[in-house]
């Protein structure tokens, strides 16, 4: 009996401290608004092509999607599969797409340039794939989550956020593609409803300061 005490003791405590963690780390960065215009547009930021890229660089005449991604994991590699055609998506409606690492912590081990540039190849990344230092871009945008979302429209202001669409494991079994949805909809000068969802995925890999 005192070891299962002992086991639920041990569980509250645990999952009370990454509930504690999140609500001090949203604090910290908040999530911008719908509505708010994108920020740190001019931060130059090394893609894996090379080149240095900035958000104003990689945005098109009808916008810019912007997703916090990275090599590892599992909530990415579940969903990465759509990235190819969300590229495709974009590059049909001129938006810009830009997919961003920011796990800083990890840039000498699973996301540095070098992964980064392998693990583009691996997966057919058609669209630019570039290095957040210190996740600065991250911080501005409040970034939660690998993935996380942010389509702007062509005044860069924020149309959606969130999630890519309701299901990572199985794109066969998605019954709710936001993202596809909103990128539609942007373009039709359709409302886009939802505008904002819950995203969902690993902890961007910031270091502590």
């Known amino acids: 009996m005192k070891t299962k005490t002992f086991l639920f003791s041990g569980i509250f405590i645990l999952l009370f401290s990454i509930f504690a963690f999140t609500l001090l780390e949203g604090e910290k960065y908040k999530t911008l608004e719908i509505g708010s ?7 130059k930021m090394k893609d894996i092509s090379g080149k240095e890229l900035s958000l104003n660089d990689a945005k098109k005449d009808n916008g810019l999607l912007v997703i916090f991604s990275c090599n590892t994991c599992p909530f990415v590699i579940q969903w990465e599969d759509r990235y190819p055609k969300l590229g495709e998506q974009c ?5 810009g797409m830009v997919l961003i690492n920011s796990n800083e912590a990890k840039r000498d081990k699973a996301d540095s340039m070098d992964e980064m540039k392998k693990h583009a190849e691996e997966k057919s990344y058609n669209c630019s794939y570039v290095v957040d230092e210190k996740s600065a871009v991250a911080n501005a945008f409040g970034a939660k989550t690998t993935p996380h979302v942010f389509l702007f429209d062509k005044d860069l202001k924020l149309v959606y956020e969130g999630a890519i669409d309701d299901n990572s494991k199985d794109v066969k079994e998605v019954k709710k593609p936001y993202l596809n949805n ?3 909809n942007l373009i039709s000068g359709k409302k886009i409803d939802p505008n904002n969802t819950k995203s969902i995925g690993c902890s961007i890999k910031r270091v502590k300061s």
Do not use: F, H, P, R
């Open 37 to 43: 215009a994108a920020l740190k547009t001019d931060v």
């Open 91 to 95: 590059e049909k409606n001129n938006i």
């Open 182 to 184: 909103a990128i539609s």
